[in-house]
C-alpha cells in the first residue's frame, strides 16, 4: 500500500520538483548553438571519439563535417567527406578512391604517394624536377606508358648530334642514356660493347670514324677502316707479303701508333742468337714473306754441303740442323752435340780426337759395341789369352769404358766363383793351368779330389765322407785343416764324449756306420756291469733312461725309483740288497706282502693271521 510522507516534508519536495521543471524550461528556451558549445580553447575531447582530430581536421569549424548540427552518423572515411559530400578530387578518382594511401591528415599536401612502388617507374633525375601535367597530360594517368620513348620521341627525332634516325639508333633510350641524369645529354654509351675505343682511337672524334653521321653499319673489324693502310704499306709490302687482313695479328688497338708492330715472330720462328741480330731483309729478300723456310737447311743448306771438318755430306749428318746446332749459339762453330745420345765419351773415350775413331773423316756406320774398335786388342790379349779362354766379346763385361786404363779389367770373379780365404791368395794360373779358363770346375772336389782321396786324418774314402768339401771346410778358412764339421748334427759330443779322441769311437779310421745309439759302442759295459747285475737284473739297453750322456762318469745313474716303487719312509734307508737279494731286480715284488709275508704271519701283538 502506497504512503505518503509527512505534511512537512511533502511540502519540501514539491518545492524542489518546482525548481527542477523550472530550470528545465530555461535550459530548453536559451540553449546555444553547436559552434558555441564547443568553441573551447582545447578540443582534445575529440580523441577519445571514433574519429580523432588530426592536422588541418584540428582547426576546421565542427559545422564542416557535423552538417546541419547532426553528430550521429557523421561519416568517419576520407572518401565519405572529401568526394561523397564535397567532390574534392580533381583527377575525379583516377588514382584510387583510398585517399588515405597518399594523404595524412597532417596536410593534404603531404603525401607519401611512391611513384616507382605504384606505377614501376621511379621518378629521379630530371623527372623528379617535373609537375605531374607534363607526363599525364590533360590529367589523363591511366593512359600513361613507362617506356622513354612513348614521351621522348620527339626528342630522338630531332636528335642530330648525332643524328639518331639516320643512325639507326634503337628507340629503347635507356641504353644509353639514364633516367637518373639531372639532363640528357651526357649519353651513358658504352663504346667498348660495339668496338673498343682504346689507344689512338681514343683520341679521335665520332666523325673520324662515323663520317656523314653514319653509325649504322659501321666497319668493326680493322681492315673494313684501314684497307687503304694495308695496301699502300711497302716496309713491308703486306700485300707482296700475303700478310692477313687480320691487323690484329701485328698491330694492336692499344699502340699509339702504328709504326713498330708487336708481332710475335716467335709464333712461327723464334729469332735467337744469331737469328736476333739479322735485318728482316736478311731472310726475306726482295721482301718476300710467304714460303720463307722454317726449317734450318731451307736457308742454311750450303752451309751444310760446303763444310768439311766434318764434311756433312760424306758423313751422312742428317739435315736437321738443330740436332747439333742451336739457334741460341752465338756461332755455328763449336755444335753442340750430344755425343752421349749415340755413344758415352767417358774414361780414355773422352781424350780421343774425333779421327780416332772416326778415320778417313767416316761417321756413319761407326761401330757402337767394343769390339767393333777393339777386336785386335781382344785377338792379341794373351794374358790371359782372350780367344784361347774363350771370353765374351762384350767386353764390357770385365772393362769398363770409365776405367783410364784397359789393364786391371773390373772382372767381377763373384758372379763365377767367389774368392775367398786362400782362394783369394792364389795367382790366376793356380786355377786355369795352361791358360784356360772355360770349363774351369766351379764346385771345391773338382779341383781338391786328390786332397779329398789322399787325406787319412781321417780317410775320407774310407770314411764315406760326401765330396761336398763344403759341408765341413768353408772357403774362408784361412787354412784346410781344422775342419768345421758339426759333429752334433750327427751325435752330439757331451759330457765324457766330449773329452774322447776320435779315434775312441772311430777305431781304425772308421767313421761309416759308427753307431749312433749308446749300446753300440757300451753293450761290453752293459753286459760286465755287477753292481747291479744288468743283465740278470733285465735292464733295457736304452743305456740313456739312467745314464745321461752329459754326466763326468757312468757311476751314480740317475735312475728314477719312484717309477717303479716309491722309496719312502723306512724304504728310504735300506740298501738295495734289502729289497733286491742276491742281486736279483727282475721280478722284485712291488707290494708290501710280497716282501713282508713273513713278519705278517708272525706278528702276534695284534695276531695278523688269527
Known amino acids: 500500500m502506497l504512503t505518503f510522507p509527512r505534511p512537512h516534508v511533502r511540502r519540501f519536495l514539491l518545492l524542489v520538483l518546482q525548481a527542477l521543471v523550472l530550470i528545465c524550461a530555461v535550459g530548453t528556451v536559451y540553449a546555444p548553438s553547436a559552434a558555441a558549445q564547443f568553441e573551447t580553447p582545447n578540443r582534445q575531447f ?15 569549424a565542427c559545422e564542416s ?112 642514356h639514364r633516367a637518373s641524369e639531372a639532363s ?3 649519353s651513358t654509351f658504352n663504346h667498348n660493347v660495339a668496338f673498343p675505343l682504346v689507344g689512338v682511337h681514343g683520341q679521335q672524334t665520332c666523325a673520324s670514324c662515323h663520317k656523314n653521321n653514319v653509325y649504322l653499319g659501321t666497319a668493326r673489324d680493322c681492315v673494313g677502316c684501314h684497307r687503304d693502310a694495308y695496301t699502300r704499306t711497302t716496309t713491308p709490302n703486306h700485300a707482296a707479303a700475303g700478310f692477313p687482313t687480320t691487323c690484329e695479328s701485328c698491330h694492336r688497338a692499344t699502340d699509339q701508333t702504328w709504326r713498330g708492330q708487336s708481332f710475335n715472330h716467335s709464333s712461327i720462328f723464334p729469332l735467337v742468337g744469331l737469328h736476333a741480330q739479322q735485318t728482316c731483309a736478311s731472310c726475306h729478300k726482295n721482301n718476300v714473306f710467304r714460303g720463307t723456310p722454317r726449317d734450318c737447311v731451307g736457308c742454311h743448306r750450303e752451309a751444310y754441303t760446303r763444310t768439311t771438318t766434318p764434311n756433312h755430306v760424306a758423313a751422312g749428318f742428317s739435315q736437321a740442323c738443330e740436332t747439333c746446332h742451336k739457334p741460341t749459339d752465338p756461332s755455328w762453330r763449336g755444335p753442340n752435340f750430344n755425343h752421349n745420345a749415340i755413344f758415352p765419351l767417358v774414361g780414355q773415350h773422352g781424350q780421343q780426337t774425333c779421327a780416332s775413331c772416326h778415320a778417313n773423316n767416316v761417321y756413319k756406320g761407326t761401330a757402337r759395341d767394343c ?14 789369352n782372350h780367344v784361347a779362354a774363350a771370353f765374351p766379346t762384350t767386353c764390357e763385361s770385365c772393362h769398363k769404358a770409365t776405367d783410364q786404363s784397359w789393364r786391371g779389367a773390373g772382372f767381377n770373379h763373384s758372379s763365377v766363383f767367389p774368392l775367398l780365404g786362400q782362394h783369394a791368395q792364389q795367382s790366376c794360373a793356380s786355377c786355369h793351368k795352361n791358360n784356360v779358363y772355360k770349363g774351369t770346375a766351379r764346385d771345391c772336389v773338382g779341383c781338391h779330389r786328390d786332397n779329398y782321396t789322399r787325406t787319412t786324418t781321417p780317410n775320407h774314402v774310407a770314411a764315406g765322407f760326401p765330396t761336398t768339401c763344403e759341408s765341413c771346410h768353408k772357403a774362408t778358412d784361412s787354412n784346410w785343416r781344422g775342419a768345421g764339421f758339426n759333429h752334433s748334427s750327427v751325435f752330439p759330443l757331451v759330457g765324457q764324449h766330449a773329452q774322447q779322441s776320435c779315434a775312441s769311437c772311430h777305431t781304425n779310421n772308421v767313421y761309416k756306420g759308427t753307431a749312433r745309439d749308446c749300446v753300440g759302442c757300451h753293450r761290453d759295459n752293459y753286459t760286465r756291469t755287477t753292481t747291479p747285475n744288468h743283465a740278470a737284473a733285465g735292464f733295457p739297453t736304452t743305456c740313456e733312461s739312467c745314464h745321461k750322456a752329459t754326466d763326468s762318469a757312468w757311476r ?55
Open 46 to 60: 575529440h580523441n577519445q571519439t571514433a574519429f580523432p582530430l588530426e592536422g588541418s581536421h584540428r582547426a576546421v
Open 556 to 610: 751314480g745313474a740317475g735312475f728314477n725309483h719312484s717309477s717303479v716303487f716309491p722309496l719312502v719312509g723306512q724304504h728310504a734307508s735300506q740298501s738295495c740288497a734289502s729289497c733286491h737279494t742276491n742281486n736279483v731286480y727282475k721280478g722284485t715284488a712291488r707290494d708290501c706282502v710280497g716282501c713282508h709275508r713273513d713278519d705278517y704271519t708272525r706278528t702276534t701283538t695284534p695276531n695278523h693271521a688269527s
Open 65 to 176: 563535417c557535423h552538417v546541419r548540427n547532426l553528430y550521429k552518423g557523421t561519416p568517419t572515411k576520407c572518401f565519405d567527406c572529401h568526394w561523397v559530400r564535397r567532390q574534392d578530387d580533381r583527377f575525379r578518382l583516377q588514382l584510387g578512391a583510398q585517399c588515405e594511401q597518399c594523404h595524412q591528415p597532417t596536410r593534404w599536401s603531404n603525401t607519401r604517394w611512391n611513384h616507382s612502388q605504384m606505377t614501376g617507374m621511379a621518378l629521379n633525375g630530371a623527372h623528379q624536377q617535373l609537375s605531374c601535367q607534363s607526363c599525364h597530360k590533360n590529367a589523363t594517368f591511366k593512359a600513361a606508358q613507362a617506356e622513354c620513348i612513348s614521351c621522348h620521341q620527339r626528342d630522338y627525332q630531332t636528335a642530330q648530334t648525332p643524328n639518331h634516325v639516320a643512325a639507326g639508333f634503337p628507340t629503347d633510350c635507356a641504353t644509353c
Open 184 to 186: 640528357f645529354r651526357q
Open 371 to 384: 769390339v767393333g774398335c777393339h777386336r785386335d786388342e781382344y785377338t792379341r790379349t794373351t794374358a790371359p
